[in-house]
């Protein structure tokens, strides 16, 4: 018999559920319970691209030390309440590890393992006896198994019923009722079972004053604080939630104390062509705009993408990926737009990336790429994914200096278009101040100087249409230019050199940072030692090459088949790609530790069985 | 081809609007389209339109997609900012244009390529998204750029230059607008200014989607006879049904119209559109009775022109989404970024 795990707040715990059967919020209050616990927790939704009846699977770590990404293998504990994935649920859970299925149908003989504690609570029973109502005996089952767990682990009762409190704040009959189902589950447990089981809680400080929020929320917050005021869009998983929470903030921070109107626009649009166009006229016209999309729509919006980038309007478009390519996985995560992204659009064009990597890190790129956006007058992609944009994550509070003001990037108003002396000529495209970027002007902005006629065919520095190859190249070079500019502006790397006589390192960029320093505690545990780079933008800055000239051998990991952040960085640095190893991760889960240590460690040793090879 | 700019160079003795302003100050660079192209003469129609509105060029955003109809713009209203977008795509761009600052008065000017063919889609969608804009279509049937290839407002049946017979049904651009709810609807002929400038000039002043379908031949690729889309063809078959005089709001309606005889409509501005229907039971305030005629006139082969179809006071994408009066691009940082007090809160809610 192999004993029993046993572990205090270290664990991952998997519910498996009934797609559109109410799990989500008994799920989420598990995991808020043990965030008021004060110990760290990551909740993960896996969910199909379905509305209801198909399995979903809501998967939680807990972990003391704050490691928060996928540990990758099995699981701890499943909760099984989906008798269609019965069989695949007791499989998950790793030897020692506990099941805790619902009993009121007995689990098949040829689905009991030896190796596991198998716990059986009959809770659509338990829910039949105590609810008359069929939605709320569907409803209360999952909160019944949240309250078996609060006694089978020994999280605190209070905590839920505190959080019951705040959630149904105004509806006490919604509070009684929950703590009915809560009690319901607890007690049959306490009474069935030896509570705490192997693996229990106890209240910690590690928390601190961080919060418990998904990257879109943030996406979306920071949308508002940045100032945008227009907002075409269409929906899409897994990035419709960005707009929403745009939505539901403006609903409650942008409206007009006194004539109690919008100051914002939401305009769901026909398609992602046109949900981009009205980014780009918006922008055009002098306000803040932005989109939301994913991978198809980003295919959609490619030939708009150009025109931005060659009539040179901002565009802020977040990007939430999603396994491709075509409709691909709707509802797994991947970092595979990267290189669609980077050069979106036919002809020679480039955009600005960033990647943020946390909730907070998407609150702050959201806000600050209008100011990049305008500064740089083309089209800024922030590349969140699934992972980060629809799961909860712990993160640092959000912060905003209240002296900050909007850098609405170089733009001739009336005033300064009167006051330009005589021959002085306003021309959108000269490089008045040799960083590539020009002045513009807003439509109506004065009577007799200023207009132009935008253009996304070629023209000259006053923007009059010419195919001439002088002026075509001008402003290709130009462009280039600008782009270099752009490195120097936009967010840096966060580098960490560990030792400067190391000479491998780690290269990688957006939700592969929830596994980095897990994954480099454990390779150190076995003697390799890495310095490491989060890349946070492209273009790449002259810090990034020197980091990658640095050492000898990186290790460039991330989540897409075909290793495109290494194909990004030896196209653009033109540096060996013998040095950049591709570690890759791209089953639509977000990437796991084993995968990064052992993607790490098995080319280490097929390179020292060659050598031994070479030398025998 | 450069961008060939005009001469300023006018007579001193021309007449001034009242802004003190010339036609030829309304007029764009130098014309690269056919000679003859009916795109110029849509072209002229709205520089005297907004000439005799006394409107300030520089409030009138000009936007086109691409295409003959669409590179037009850059040949009136120079002193307009103006966006040449992508095919078929200008009424998304001009839908955020629009949403960023509801003060000025957008133009959108686009082909039947551009409108009924590859941009069919957003067309039907702005129309229906009631933006405030004019939009107009100049329509020849013909690909010009790419040498008379038939665009999808080309008539079944009609022959396209080389004799090749068009089989394919043809879209009538004034059923969709209607059907799709635009709120001023009218169909003219690029050689008929004297129906055009003042069809331009209410759909200016209107409030909400305002549509021109204008019949503008293309004079080397669709231009022949067995094509119905050719001066020939057009002046034969054209059928005034409502004429329509602008009245600006500024003067004094002195002739009253008799009832029966003539319709007048408000504008919100005042102005007033004053509406005489050839056939009495036509009434273009009724959406199924414009159906009706037009239906009518196809049947009988037939090209209805005019002022097909008036809702004045009807809401739009601005009203609907209950924005505020002033335009977004002018609000600043303090009315729109709430601040670090309301991020802690938030950050409690997190928690």
Request: with cysteine.
């Amino acid at each position: 018999m192999i004993k029993p795990i046993q572990s205090v707040n270290d664990f991952v715990i998997k519910f498996a559920n009934v797609n559109g059967t109410g799990s989500a919020s008994a799920n989420n209050l598990f995991a808020k319970a043990v965030f008021n616990m004060g110990v760290p927790v990551s909740p993960r939704n896996i969910f199909p691209s379905n509305i209801q009846g198909l399995p979903t699977w809501y998967e939680v770590r807990v972990n003391q030390d704050g490691y928060l990404g996928r540990r990758g293998g099995g699981v701890d504990i499943v909760v099984a309440m989906n008798p269609q994935s019965l069989a695949d649920d007791v499989a998950a859970v790793l030897p020692g590890g506990y099941f805790i299925y619902d009993s009121t149908n007995p689990l098949p003989e040829s689905l009991r393992r030896d190796d596991i504690q198998i716990i059986g609570i009959p809770f659509t029973e338990l829910c039949r006896q105590q609810f008359s109502n069929t939605k709320q005996r569907m409803l209360f089952k999952n909160i019944a198994y949240i309250g078996a767990l609060a006694a089978l682990l020994d999280i605190d009762f209070e905590v839920f019923t505190q959080l019951l409190s705040k959630q149904f704040k105004g509806k006490e009959h919604l509070v009684t009722s929950n703590t009915t189902a809560l009690e319901l589950g607890y007690v049959y447990a306490k009474k069935t079972f030896e509570c705490p089981i192997g693996i229990r809680m106890e209240k910690s400080d590690a928390v601190g004053d961080k919060i418990l929020v998904d990257g879109n929320t943030a996406s979306g917050l920071g949308c508002v604080y940045g100032g945008a005021t227009v907002c075409g869009w269409y929906p899409i998983t897994p990035s419709t939630s960005v707009v929403e929470s745009y939505s539901r903030f403006c609903e409650r921070m942008r409206i007009d104390p006194a004539s109690g109107k919008k100051r914002f626009g939401i305009v769901q649009m026909e398609d992602e062509l046109a949900a981009i166009g009205v980014v780009i006229g918006a922008s055009w016209n002098g306000a803040r705009a932005f989109t939301a999309t994913s991978g198809p729509g980003v295919s959609l919006m490619s030939e708009f993408l150009g025109l931005a980038y060659f009539a040179e309007i901002p565009v802020v478009l977040i990007n939430v990926q999603r396994g491709g390519p075509s409709t691909g996985m709707p509802t797994r995560t991947q970092q595979s737009d990267l290189l669609a992204c980077a050069y979106a659009s036919h002809g020679d064009t480039k955009h600005v990336l960033t990647f943020p990597a946390n909730p907070k890190e998407c609150f702050e790129f959201s806000a600050e790429s209008f100011d990049l956006a305008e500064r740089l007058q083309t089209p800024l992609i922030i590349m969140s994914d699934l992972e980060l944009g629809m799961n909860d994550w712990l993160c640092d509070p959000l912060e905003w200096k209240d002296d900050s003001q909007f850098d609405r990037g170089k733009v001739l108003h009336e005033e300064q278009l009167e006051n330009l002396k005589d021959g002085e000529r306003f021309g959108r495209y000269l490089d008045v101040d040799d960083d590539g970027i020009c002045y513009r002007t807003y439509p109506g902005a004065h009577p007799e100087k200023g207009a132009f006629f935008t253009r996304g065919t070629s023209r000259d520095r006053h923007a009059l249409y010419t195919e001439e190859g002088a002026h075509y190249v001008d402003n290709m070079e130009r462009l280039v230019k600008k782009h270099r500019t752009a490195a120097k502006l936009i967010p840096a790397p966060i580098i960490n050199i560990d030792d400067k006589r190391h000479k491998m390192a780690v290269v990688y960029y957006g939700t592969t940072d929830n596994v980095m320093a897990e994954s480099l505690a454990k390779l150190e545990k076995q003697g390799l030692k890495f310095n490491s780079m989060r890349l946070r933008s492209y273009p790449f800055s002259d810090e990034v090459a020197e980091f990658i000239e640095g050492h000898e051998r990186l290790f460039v990991v991330e989540q897409n088949r075909d290793g495109q952040m290494r194909t990004l960085l030896i196209d653009e640095l033109e540096c060996d790609p013998s040095r950049l190893v591709s570690v890759l991760h791209y089953d639509g889960m977000a990437i796991p530790v084993e995968a990064v240590v052992g993607g790490i460690i098995n080319n280490l040793s097929a390179e020292q069985n060659r050598k031994t090879g070479e030398a025998s | 081809m450069t961008c060939v700019p005009k001469s300023k160079f006018h007579h001193p003795q021309l007449p001034v609007n009242e802004l003190g302003l010339t036609y030829r100050d309304y007029e764009g660079s130098m014309s690269t389209l056919c000679a003859g192209c009916g795109h110029d003469s849509v072209g002229a129609a709205v520089v005297q339109a907004c000439f005799e509105l006394s409107l300030p060029a520089h409030r009138v955003a000009k936007l086109s997609g691409i295409g003959c109809s669409s590179k037009a713009p850059t040949y009136f209203l120079g002193k307009s900012h103006g966006f040449n977008s992508v095919h078929g795509r200008m009424p998304s761009v001009a839908t955020g244009a629009n949403l960023a600052n509801r003060e000025l008065i957008y133009l959108g000017m686009s082909g039947d390529g551009d409108s009924a063919s590859i941009g069919l889609g957003q067309f039907a969608h702005v129309v229906r998204r009631k933006l405030n804009m004019t939009y107009i279509v100049a329509n020849n049937g013909a690909y010009g750029l790419t040498k008379g290839q038939p665009s999808a407002t080309a008539d079944r049946g009609s022959l396209m230059k080389g004799g090749k017979e068009v089989t394919d049904e043809g879209i009538d651009l004034v059923s969709l607008a209607l059907s799709m709810g635009a709120t001023y609807v009218a169909r003219s002929f690029s050689g008929d200014k004297e129906e055009l400038v003042p069809l331009i000039k209410g759909a200016l002043s209107h409030k909400g989607f305002a549509f021109i379908d204008v019949m503008s031949p293309c004079v080397t690729f669709n231009n022949h006879q067995g094509s119905t889309k050719s001066y020939d063809y057009l002046r034969d078959h054209m059928e005034s049904l409502i004429s329509a005089d602008f009245i600006p709001h500024k003067s004094e309606i002195t002739v009253q119209s008799e009832p029966g005889e003539a319709q007048d409509i408000f504008m919100h501005d005042g102005s007033v559109m004053r509406l005489r229907a050839a056939d009495e039971s036509y009434d273009p305030c009724s959406r199924s009775s414009a159906f009706a005629a037009i239906e009518a006139h196809r049947e009988k082969g037939e090209v209805l022109t005019g002022l097909l179809y008036l809702e004045s006071g009807a809401s739009h994408l601005h009203e609907n989404l209950n924005t505020v009066d002033k335009a977004l691009n002018g609000l600043g940082y303090k009315e729109l970024c709430p601040g670090d007090e309301v991020l802690k809160e938030l950050n409690e809610s997190f928690r």
